[in-house]
């Protein structure tokens, strides 16, 4: 695809990420997903209007495009994005394995903006003991016999 | 809170990933959200139900206690997993803010189970241009005066 197309999409997600500063649905981010040269998702940050801290544009588009395709894969999938994602987002886009992103803003332009998406790529890369977040261990033995039993299921999906 | 009671709670979360070796909604994980000893929100993977790959049990879990209490923050909030969180489910966290997380099987347990949290946490490291899944940055300039543009509201709402 040429850089004219991708920026073409990308116009999109940055249009998307405009519709919330009338809105106020959330934070001014907005995604699109698109497949063989069709938008076949889009969404804003609805964080606010769904008192949903996981609704993040990138997020949502990716609900949205798993859905229109009846998979909970994105293979074949572009993902537009107004800002580079956060690690939530990050995380969901490995989930979901788009064929590539392309992003608009970066953390650094975010950070300016006062998102604070740097403290959690921090705490991410801590042992879960250091993190701001107390984050506690126990019942290892127990957690462990489910997993010995799920391996046992013969026909278990991995993904 | 005694570890005891801890303990009680994870044992609801280990309880919802044992339903999916019976129900097959998606992984052997499961989650709780405890309020004054309440617990206000469970769930288990739904990833293969409903074709989502966000829908992990914590960020389920997380959303749905959202909902009940109205709110896109879990202050006075713990959180119970049957596994310590993938990345994803780590940025949700810090989205959702609950005072703390107890979680049972660990990555390497799970890495052991077969799920790739620890490609993501390395993917999530590197910088853009270095992941995995290709990654393209554009338009900076138009995505700053989005950014210029919130900034200039007078009642924007910082998360």
Chains 1, 2 share one sequence.
């Not at 395709?69 to 788009?98: D, K, N, V």
Request: aromatic content about 8%.
């Amino acid at each position: 695809m040429t850089a004219h197309k991708h920026e073409h999409y990308l116009r999109l997600a940055l249009d998307m990420a405009r519709l919330n500063l009338g809105a106020r649905h959330g934070g001014p981010f907005g995604a699109v997903v698109v497949r063989n040269g069709e938008v076949i998702a889009s969404a804003s940050n609805e964080v606010l209007l769904t008192n949903d801290p996981t609704a993040h544009a990138e997020v949502v588009a990716i609900r949205r495009a798993c859905e229109h395709l009846g998979s909970f894969q994105l293979e074949g999938c572009i993902l537009y994005t107004s800002c580079e994602p956060c690690p939530m987002c990050l995380g969901a886009i490995y989930w979901a394995r788009p064929d590539a992103v392309v992003f608009a803003a970066t953390r650094e332009d975010a950070a300016d903006a006062g998102f604070d998406d740097e403290h959690i790529y921090q705490q991410i890369a801590l042992a879960p003991g250091q993190r701001q977040i107390p984050s506690v261990q126990l019942l290892g033995e127990e957690a462990r016999d489910v997993f010995k039993d799920w391996k046992n299921l013969d026909d278990r999906i991995l993904y």
